[in-house]
């Protein structure tokens, strides 16, 4: 959907970041009788990806990001109170922030939009040891596990985590995202990992890829 295609009332909420208002509207829908998963493919995700082009284009930055991630969680979150989960439910990931690492800003927005486009998603916050990934990965049956790692000296941790599931025979068993600002593309390649994100919208992508 392009951001000059006429939008809805609810997707306007989500792109103006007015949270009362897009929760208010997403009542109104269930009140009507409308089928909550249709409204979140037919209104929701198109309305994140307006706000992806938005940040793109550079007339959204971060603070706007945080914002609409906030109001399109929830809205969702109402939407999805009437959806067996098992029918939405693209697939379960685990993230966190890499042991050593306490930055979480782009960890939380990357979570919030996984969240919306319809990912079971466990954030396990930030200084999250290789371990305690594999664990809770175990525990969820989870198909991604997705690291931060927003300093260069914590890079590593992304490194261990794919030598750790290696060590234990648990590579196969996930499909592994990695981001975070000193990251890239062939750190990915160099480390193993499944794929990489450098915006929002990115990671969104790839995890919708790596499921399918």
């Given at each position: 959907m392009s951001s000059k295609e006429k939008l809805t009332d609810l997707q306007k909420a989500i792109i103006e970041y007015d949270k009362e208002k897009a929760v208010k509207l997403a009542k109104q829908r269930l009140?009507?009788?409308a089928d909550p998963?249709?409204?979140i493919n037919d209104e929701l995700r198109p309305a994140l990806d307006i706000v992806a082009e938005k940040f793109e284009k550079h007339e959204y930055f971060l603070p706007h990001l945080i914002l609409c991630g906030e109001t399109m969680k929830a809205a969702t979150d109402v939407l999805t109170s009437k959806?067996?989960?098992e029918k939405f439910m693209r697939g379960k990931i685990v993230i966190g922030t890499v042991f050593g690492d306490i930055h979480d800003i782009g960890k939380n927005i990357v979570s919030a939009f996984l969240e919306s486009s319809g990912f079971e998603v466990y954030d396990l916050g930030t200084e999250v040891?290789?371990?305690k990934f594999i664990e809770k990965a175990e525990e969820v049956k989870a198909d991604i596990i997705a690291t931060s790692a927003l300093m260069s000296q914590t890079m590593p941790q992304q490194k261990d985590l794919l030598k750790?599931?290696?060590e234990r025979g648990l590579r196969d068993k996930y499909k592994i995202m990695i981001g975070g600002a000193p990251t890239s593309e062939a750190w990915a390649e160099e480390?193993?990992?499944d794929?990489?994100?450098e915006e929002v919208a990115d990671a969104v992508k790839k995890a919708k890829e790596l499921v399918e």
């Open positions: 009140d009507k009788g998963t249709k409204v959806i067996s989960k040891p290789c371990l750790i599931l290696k480390i193993g990992a794929g990489w994100g």
